[in-house]
């Protein structure tokens, strides 16, 4: 009975020698995970659990996605505020740490699970000459991601027929047209994404097929005047000497 009180004390005093930080957020995160938007001001702090203790071996460190971040030196004891204003893109998926300098083990951490639509509902116009290829693209790029359709004159685009192939890597969604032809091809065409958050967004592109136009091949006629002048002028050159008998009065 002794040994077991004894030991339960061993335990409660260690624990109460181990020192951990923690990161309150505004607004606030789910566990470690901090949800927003794009645009918006996150604040985090980070705070010493236990004792607050001047010495340099509560100083704190913050860093993102594993480099450090600056801080000012009244900024770095006991508690720790970062702000980012405003949130971007590039800040889904950061990771901040937030460790005591003197203990790397001492740490917490959250994520920003950013969220954003897509870069569209706009219009282009498009112009491809006939028996040209052209290519549609769209901005798709989202958190959470989007499904993404193709229409035609406003009906889902059949993609068995008129030489259409489409691809999407998750950033850009595109819409090829080989050897496009007026008869076919000509029409309004949406790029038509839906996202969970966000709804129903899109761009429309007003693809105009023109008559083939016939280039004058410049660089290879300008060759050839060049070789007819020379050998004119080689020509002339060869035969002077007769020439000059041929106009020299008698």
């Known amino acids: 009975m002794k040994v077991s009180v004894s030991v339960s004390l061993f335990l409660l005093c260690l624990v109460s020698q181990v020192k951990a930080v923690t990161i309150e957020s505004c607004p606030l995160a789910t566990g470690n995970l901090l949800r927003t938007e794009i645009e918006k001001t996150l604040t985090l702090t980070c705070i010493i659990d236990e004792g607050i203790d001047p010495s340099n071996q509560n100083e704190l460190q913050w860093f993102r996605n594993g480099v450090q971040v600056n801080l000012a030196e009244e900024n770095r004891r006991s508690q720790s505020s970062l702000c980012i204003q405003p949130v971007t893109k590039e800040d889904n998926g950061a990771v901040f740490i937030c460790q005591l300098k003197a203990d790397a083990s001492v740490n917490s951490s959250i994520e920003f699970d950013v969220q954003y639509p897509p870069d569209l509902n706009d219009t282009k116009e498009v112009f491809v000459e006939e028996t040209s290829d052209v ?37 850009n969604a595109r819409l090829s047209i080989t050897k496009a032809k007026r008869n076919v091809h000509q029409g309004t065409y949406t790029c038509e994404v839906n996202s969970s958050l966000y709804g129903i967004m899109g761009r429309t592109f007003t693809v105009m097929v023109q008559d083939k136009v016939l280039r004058f091949p410049v660089g290879p006629t300008i060759a050839g005047v060049v070789v007819v002048v020379c050998t004119i002028v080689f020509a002339l050159i060869s035969r002077r000497n007769t020439i000059i008998k041929c106009i020299k009065p008698n």
Do not use: F, Q, R
């Open 135 to 171: 290519v549609l693209s769209c901005d798709v790029h989202a958190n959470p991601p989007v499904t993404v359709a193709w229409k035609k004159d406003g009906e889902v685009l059949d993609l068995t027929s008129g030489s259409y192939k489409t691809t999407n890597n998750g950033i």
